[in-house]
């Protein structure tokens, strides 16, 4: 993670023991890390576990550079690659979050004597400060409101055409964008760093005549922050309000490392309402196994992964195989057909008709059109009811199918 903040790791100090309310590591040990910045000339110290305003500033006191933890280094992260105004607002709000919940304490220690990471806040009150930061929290969640309202706009569009929405979820760097631009045949942004998309790309695929929205959306990590989980809600509603997830796994990894990666996109999922949507497990990047090695990683996670799909996204291996079994997963498509009289209005209709249906039969007759077509259940609703209100007709026959691979050249 530090280096996908693009900083270069000078020295690393363990400890396993009881927090210190001073210093998170005892006195001991941070005498150690004094000598170590000393040695080693570092500009900064990160620390894995989540710091109190207090240890920052005493461990700043003591070693003379800034000090942050995780959740700050995530912010870093996430601020380099922000490219899109909800990302950049959703990254402020989240900072902003965890700023608000130490403003007191932090004014109070910045007030003392300036310190690397607490430098600027001498002249504020704490209330001055405090109410300052929650005007800024307000004004940015009014921003993502629009911007939500807008997005609830092009969901609510998308369900009128038809469409059912496939995203794909997964640990970052997992190989989500490239097994996106491999679907929709699309140049997305691919990076080896942390967290390159941040934001929601959504494209139109079709797999054997049956159309679907792909969305790819920003990836998981390990604890997460609750705060940072809250901020990209919106993003991540695409997630919650899909017909199926492609969860992506990076199966080249460790085996220990891939179950520990799958159980936190599992537990994330869950987290975000999600948890109930059919998943389809993707094990990626098998390019860079060797046969061997992929059957001992099935092995591995046999039970916890019954049936998975492993695929190459960057070299296109079995994509077929994933879009079929896609394809099984949202299975539930109704087969109807109606009749209506031929006029004007009806003419319209029908070419509607098959700009958000599978259309699979079309006859004229004497003054009438009979039209066999093939779309998800609620949809093929709405067209019942427009049928009925618009040319006094009626879906003359319905049954449910399995999706079914057609030749479109047949």
């Known amino acids: 993670m530090a280096e996908s903040a693009e900083y270069t790791i000078v020295g690393k100090i363990e400890q396993v023991r009881k927090p210190d309310p001073r210093y998170q590591i005892g006195k001991g040990k941070v005498e150690e890390l004094a000598r170590l910045v000393k040695e080693k000339k570092a500009q900064k110290i990160i620390f894995d576990n989540p710091l109190k305003p207090v ?127 491999a679907l929709a045949e699309e140049e997305t942004r691919v990076d080896a760093a942390l967290f390159t998309t941040l934001s929601t790309t959504t494209r139109l695929v079709e797999f054997s005549s049956k159309e679907f929205l792909l969305t790819d959306t920003v990836g998981f990590i390990d604890r997460l922050p609750l705060t940072l989980i809250a901020a990209f809600h919106s993003t991540l509603e695409e997630t919650i309000y899909s017909d199926l997830i492609l969860l992506v796994v990076d199966v080249s990894e460790p085996a220990s490392l891939v179950e520990k990666k799958l159980s936190t996109c599992l537990e994330t999922i869950s987290q975000i309402g999600a948890s109930g949507i059919p998943t389809v497990i993707v094990l990626n990047k098998i390019d860079l196994l060797s046969e061997t090695e992929l059957q001992q990683r099935l092995e591995s996670l046999k039970e ?40 004007s209005e009806s003419m319209s209709f029908i070419s509607w008709l098959f700009n958000r249906t599978d259309v699979k039969e079309l006859k004229y007759t004497a003054g009438s059109a009979h039209i066999v077509f093939q779309a998800i259940p609620w949809f093929v609703e709405k067209v019942k009811k427009r049928v009925e209100k618009e040319f006094n007709g009626k879906l003359e026959e319905i049954q449910t199918i399995r999706a079914q691979r057609r030749n479109k050249n047949a």
Not at 75 to 102: P, S, V, W
Not at 107 to 123: D, I, N, S
């Open 55 to 181: 240890q920052a500033y005493n461990l700043a006191k003591v070693t003379g550079v800034e000090t942050i933890d995780r959740f700050q280094l995530i912010l870093e992260i996430f601020a380099r690659r922000a490219t899109t105004t909800e990302a950049k607002l959703q990254i402020q709000l989240a900072r902003l979050r965890y700023e608000l919940t130490r403003a007191k304490e932090k004014v109070k220690l910045a007030r003392k004597e300036e310190q690397p990471g607490f430098m600027g806040l001498g002249t504020y009150e704490v209330d001055i400060y405090y109410n300052a930061v929650k005007r800024q929290i307000q004004s940015i969640r009014r921003k993502l409101g629009k911007i939500r309202r807008k997005r609830l706009l092009h969901r609510k569009r998308r369900i009128e055409l038809g469409f059912q929405l496939i995203s794909l979820a997964g640990y970052t760097n997992a190989g989500k964008s490239s097994l996106f631009n």
């Open 304 to 343: 916890r992964v019954p049936y998975p799909v492993a695929t190459s996204a960057v070299y296109k291996t079995n994509l077929e195989l994933l879009k079929q079994e896609i394809l099984k997963k949202l299975r539930n498509y109704v087969q109807a057909s109606l009749t209506i009289p031929l006029t």
